[in-house]
């Protein structure tokens, strides 16, 4: 069984799969199922064919990586599933927009992390669901795939299949 793990943006998900995606077996639900219609909203059935999709795959592999979003943490919430939910302070915000402008993310989705990336944190921050097991990473260059508990978790699980 593997970990479902919510990933702020810029906290370095691409990095894990890249780095680690031949050692453990990782599933993006972020990247490879739309949340989104045409219109760029988000329905009942959209959550819960993400939902059912990614409880059909975290037994068979080691990661699953879902969103971030407060709609996506709600609903995960709500049907109990426990998860590990990785997120910057918000000291940090300045970082990740500079990490976003370097690795050349679209303009409207830099500014619209830059509007919103107080209020998402704070909103994180502020999650006391007891599924929603928080890992704030405070200090700078901290990101998923250096952090101690994620790395703890490759190793054993190499431990395990080596």
Known sequence: MGIIVSSFIGCGREYLKNTYGDKVK?????AE???TDIDGGINADM?????????????????????????????????????DLFYPSAERRGEFIENSVRKRVPPKEIQKLDKNFDKWVQAIDDDESPNCYKHKLANKGEYIGNTPIIMQYIDSLKNDKG
Not at 26 to 30: C, K, Q, S, T
Not at 60 to 70: K, L, N, P, R
Request: charged share 25%; aromatic share 16%; hydrophobic share 45%.
């Open 26 to 30: 990782i599933f993006d639900a972020v």
């Open 33 to 35: 199922i739309p949340l």
């Open 47 to 83: 959550l819960d064919a993400y939902h059912n999709k990614v409880m059909d795959v975290v037994d068979e592999y080691d990661i699953v990586f879902i969103g971030a979003s407060t709609l996506v943490r709600d609903y995960f919430n709500e049907k109990s599933i426990d998860y």
